[in-house]
């Protein structure tokens, strides 16, 4: 219990502060001009004046006793400890900025012995609670930004105690504010509080580095389109760097990267910018690297290239479509192309061989020679897949242009071969480089059968009845499917292959039904074989009349769909659940279909830019009956790009690119920014310190919060009003007997 004196509690402070004031001056007069003129008397007027003022000032004041149980809390303080990646770059070669921002945090918090300090880290979003403490584990520095807007108006908005002050503990690279935040932006942070933010910085020196800052993309991403870049690049630290070579390249699971292109960067100040335009001819998720050819002395190498995801998309479908002669399914086919706005269609009929005699001139022919020379070396990898249909290879010139082909579907590209009377086998197509991407077999042997043409009606395989690209067309004919003429013969599916339709009543080799659809993954591309010529009849036939002739449409835009990846037709996806971070683990999230089987479903992952590494396999774990999405937790990867398959059962798979980066954005730019941090604490009103000096901060002081509080008078008014009266009429005696009126 504490006890202290104090004046009433109804008086209003700058009425007591007033009363004490004129005490003071009636003394001031007592002793400055009133002894002067006393005749006698001299000690008894100075005594009952002093006794009259006082008790005067009691009749005002009239103090009480106040007897209390107090307890002192500190000031709310909270400190934010930056938990960017730019924390994990090393600061002198023997330890990293975070080993000194978390000394400095603890440092910080011993130093404040009298406030309550909260450590709080704030990265990406809002700030999430630490330890700070001595022996407390290390804080991690993972967070893909430093936010610090963000952490602060998150703890504005919080429903809990706010603070009196706020240390901020970081290297000063923040995202936001930013770099050309000015003083009037910075100010603001600390009036929505209301209160003070100190900064201490943790970096001093710039490391050498050199580094590509900054890739910008003017626009989406369109495949066979040229897209700007722009790209910063960068030299801090004392490396010399008048000139940096930046490169763009493609990272292609089928081969080495591409190159798309390079330019020349002249730096002025540290700093310089190239125009790079590059062209990606396929759509999804393709990783580019950006990168320069550092100086000597380059301390990070990682930041060297940058690993971006680009998404492309396609603005039409680009087909060629190469058919041997006008039959009703090549028109029908044809007809369905130019009806889709969405599809560009290049089509060729091919009437003639080169070894045809018209017998005419050549300046009188309406028939020209197949382009096969232009179109099947410069234009291909232009074109998203390319449709023969009832087209034989060998008198038209293709054969020599068949290892191309298949390098183009390996490479990405689509290939639907369409049945009829000059595909497959009687297309002349077996033991051909092109037969070797087909999803089913050929057989070429002599004697072998090249087609059947009873009429049958294809058969729905499972597989078939659960494929998404064939929901479309199910949901408007059900199983029926209108009788077809004849098939062409084909084998086995190959491994990774799926049958959709089979034949009714013939197998292959093996036993099994033979395909007449079927699908498959070949390489980084994708192949369909359609062993018959009559799909026409979805749409020109009693079934067709039915329907409106619409399973005809649905059957190709469901088949073109798969072909281009669209998710619609995917037997299941694949997503990150965050960006991938390089030595982290991460998390794949995987929407499947409620047939698929947990033990028939795997993951893989391939790295692209080191292609001789063994693939990791990934099971998938069980899911829940209520949800269609699983989570896989792939092992801490080393920075590249990476393509991740969706394997469910034996049949095609779904694919993924993403890439992981060292430190992403957090290490483009390596240099400290402790001007920020200075400029900071002076708009808000606090204090700047270097990790290495005094960290004693200028806090709050506590408050003191009384739990029992006793208010007990000295005295009644009364007797505070009668002593004073009393002590005036004495003073007034003494002045009178001492000649003063």
């Not at 909270?78 to 330890?95: E, F, P």
């Not at 430093?146 to 919080?158: K, P």
């Not at 068949?402 to 689509?414: E, F, M, N, T």
């Not at 483009?668 to 920020?676: H, I, K, N, T």
Request: hydrophobic share 40%.
């Amino acid at each position: 219990m504490h006890t202290r004196l104090a004046v009433n509690g109804d008086l209003p402070l700058w009425a007591a502060i007033l009363a004490c004031v004129l005490a003071f001056a009636s003394l001031g007069v007592l002793f400055v001009y009133e002894l002067r003129r006393r005749e006698r008397g001299g000690p008894a007027i100075v005594l009952t004046g002093v006794l009259a003022v006082a008790a005067l000032l009691g009749a005002i004041a009239r103090p009480v006793r106040i007897a209390a149980r107090e307890s002192v809390i500190g000031a709310k303080v909270i400190v934010l400890s930056d938990t960017s990646r730019s924390m994990a770059l090393a600061q002198d070669g023997k330890r990293v900025r975070a080993e000194v921002r978390d000394r400095a945090v603890q440092d910080v918090v011993q130093r404040a012995k009298d406030a309550r300090m909260l450590v709080l880290g704030f990265g990406d979003g809002a700030p999430s609670p630490l330890g700070g403490k001595p022996g407390a584990e290390p804080t991690r520095s993972s967070a893909p930004r430093s936010d610090l807007t963000t952490a602060l108006r998150a703890i504005g908005a919080s429903a809990e105690e706010r603070p009196q002050a706020i240390v901020v503990v970081s290297d000063g690279r923040l995202d936001d504010p930013g770099e050309e935040a000015t003083a009037e932006t910075l100010g603001a942070l600390g009036r929505d509080l209301k209160v003070p933010i100190h900064t201490v910085a943790t970096t001093r020196a710039s490391p050498p580095d050199a580094s590509v800052r900054r890739v910008s993309a003017a626009g989406a991403a369109v495949a066979h389109v040229p897209v700007p870049l722009r790209v910063e690049v960068g030299c801090a630290g004392g490396l010399s760097c008048d000139e940096l070579t930046v490169t763009a390249r493609e990272l292609r699971e089928d081969g080495p990267p591409a190159l798309l292109a390079t330019g020349l960067s002249h730096l002025k100040d540290g700093k310089g910018t190239v125009d790079l335009a590059v062209t990606l001819d396929r759509a999804g998720a393709r990783i580019l690297e950006v990168a320069i050819t550092p100086p000597s002395g380059d301390a990070i190498p990682e930041n060297d290239r940058r690993l971006l995801t680009f998404n492309v998309a396609r603005e039409r479908v680009r087909v060629l479509h190469v058919a041997g002669r006008p039959t009703t399914d090549v028109r029908a086919l044809r007809q369905w192309l130019k009806s889709d706005a969405s599809v560009d269609v290049v089509a060729f009929f091919i009437l003639r061989t080169t070894a045809d005699n018209p017998n005419a001139r050549q300046e009188d022919l309406s028939l020209i020679p197949f382009p096969v020379d232009e179109l099947f070396t410069e234009h291909l990898p232009s074109f998203d897949a390319v449709v023969l249909q009832d087209f034989d290879a060998q008198p038209y010139g293709l054969e020599r242009h068949l290892p191309q082909l298949a390098r183009y579907v390996r490479a990405g590209g689509g290939l639907i071969m369409v049945g009829g009377q000059n595909s497959f086998v009687a297309g002349g197509y077996a033991s051909t480089p092109l037969a070797d991407v087909l999803p089913v077999t050929l057989d070429g042997s002599s004697g072998a059968t090249a087609a059947d043409v009873a009429s049958i009606v294809p058969a729905w395989t499972d597989d078939g009845r659960g494929a998404p690209l064939l929901a479309p067309l199910r949901d408007i004919v059900g199983e029926e499917l209108p009788q077809m003429p004849g098939t062409n013969v084909v084998g086995d599916v190959r491994p990774g292959g799926l049958v959709l339709w089979a034949h009714p009543t013939r197998t292959t080799k093996s036993g099994a039904p033979m395909p007449i659809l079927a699908i498959g993954d070949q390489g980084d591309g994708r192949s369909i074989a359609l062993g018959i010529d009559g799909a026409w009849q979805l749409e020109f036939s009693q079934l067709g009349a039915r329907t409106s002739g619409r399973g005809y449409g649905a059957m190709w835009d469901g088949l073109l769909g798969w072909l281009m990846r669209d998710p619609r037709f995917e037997p299941g996806q694949l997503e990150l659940v965050a960006p991938c971070v390089a030595d982290e683990p991460t998390r794949l999230r995987l929407r499947l279909p409620q047939s698929a089987r947990a033990d028939a479903m795997s993951v893989e992952v391939r790295r692209l830019d080191k292609q001789d590494e063994p693939p990791l396999r990934v099971d998938v774990p069980k899911r829940s009956a209520s949800s269609s999405a699983v989570e896989v937790t792939l092992p801490a990867l080393p920075a590249g790009g990476y393509t991740a398959r969706l394997k469910l059962g034996s049949g095609p798979t779904t694919r993924r690119d993403f890439a992981c980066e060292s430190g992403g954005d957090e290490w483009a730019d390596s240099r400290p920014d402790r001007e920020r941090m200075r400029a900071l604490a002076s708009a808000t009103g606090g204090s700047f310190r270097d990790a290495t000096d005094d960290l004693s901060l200028p806090l709050p002081k506590p408050a003191v919060v009384s739990a029992e509080r006793h208010v007990v008078p000295l005295a009644p008014p009364w007797a505070w009003t009668l002593a004073a009266a009393v002590a005036l009429g004495v003073h007034w005696f003494a002045r009178r007997r001492s000649g003063l009126s």
